[in-house]
């Protein structure tokens, strides 16, 4: 907290604060005769009406009263830095989208509206990195009619963390009543590490994904939007473990400049514990690394506890996380996107 040279706690932030990440100390109700107190950091996504919001690096939100603030300071920007890997939110978002490219998308300002029929959230939403152009609300709108002629639900992927995230758009979606909805992280690692566990299983790798490999995957199906996404980015690489009848296990890796980017990988249940995951996640890094990718990223979901204990081995460590906002609409309104919900 910010202390001043009397040792008095002080308010240091304004509305001018916007935007920036800050750490507060609040009093809570009083408990008998003595005051309680609570400390939050995070960014101060909106002041208005007598209220902060302090969105965390988690994503969840606390709302200060300005009488309840009795400490603030800003906090200064610190470089993303993971595991020797630095990165901005928005390079890193770039990556990724274009990791797992939508079958189609348009320009709106700095916003890209994606749609793949429907396939995965991430190809299927609005990826705001910037300024739409036009008023939020009319940019809303837009975003609505567009997914709209499409048949699908008007999303926005928003992002928490990092200092560039923007996490203000979150908060005005959330008081807009657009709903939130998924939670994912994306992790970054190094892919040096990664290849030297390689050679644990016999490892097949191609350019293009078998119907061996779909059938394994299992969130295709007869979509040929799905597997276009799949099949887009710059470098892309299928690996498969084969079976007696079908691939133990598979993995996708897509090499975008010094990026190795990780993702569908799945193990046959009846094989798993096996070291299957970690050889195919070693071929991959491999190639990668033939490539000349230096950085690696992956997004897992936050409730996928196995995935993350995993990739935590491996050297990843969490960078920023991220959900969609879906518009409110009546019930029964709600497209669900197919396969992979992050």
Known sequence: MEISTGGRLEVRITRADVGRRVSVRR????????????????????????????TRKDGDTVQIPESALVAGKVVPPSPARRRGTVTSFEELARVSAAAWPP??????????????????????????????GMPLDRALETAR?????????????????????????????????????????????????????????????????????????????ESEAARR??????????????????PRAIGRCVVEGRWAVFGAVEV???ARRR????AVMGALAERALDEGASAACLQVETGNVAARALY???????????????????????????????
Request: charged fraction near 20%.
């Open 145 to 221: 009619r567009w997914y709209a002629k499409r048949g699908l639900p008007p999303l926005l992927q928003t992002a928490t963390g990092p200092e560039d995230s923007r996490e203000s758009l979150g908060a005005r979606l959330d008081r807009r009543g657009w709903v939130r909805e998924g939670a994912a992280e994306v992790w970054v690692g190094v892919p040096a590490p990664i290849g030297d566990l390689a050679g644990g299983a016999d490892v097949a790798l191609s350019r293009e994904a078998d119907d061996a490999w779909i059938a394994r995957y299992g969130r295709v199906g």
């Open 229 to 246: 996404v799949l099949a887009g980015g710059s470098s892309v690489w299928f690996a498969t473990v084969p079976g007696p009848s079908a």
């Open 268 to 270: 046959d249940p009846t």
């Open 103 to 132: 079958v189609e998308s348009e320009r709106l300002g700095d916003w890209v509206l994606r749609a793949s029929g429907g396939f995965t959230r991430r190809a299927n939403s609005v990826l705001p990195l910037g300024d739409p």
């Open 275 to 278: 070291g299957l995951a970690t």
């Open 312 to 342: 935590a081995g491996m050297g990843f460590a969490p960078h920023h996380a991220y959900h969609h906002h879906r518009a409110p609409g009546p019930p029964g309104d709600s497209v669900p996107g197919r396969g992979d919900t992050a």
């Open 27 to 54: 009093l809570l109700t009083p408990h008998g005769t003595a005051h309680r107190f609570a400390d939050a950091v995070g960014t101060l996504t909106s002041w208005d009406d007598g209220v902060l919001v302090i």
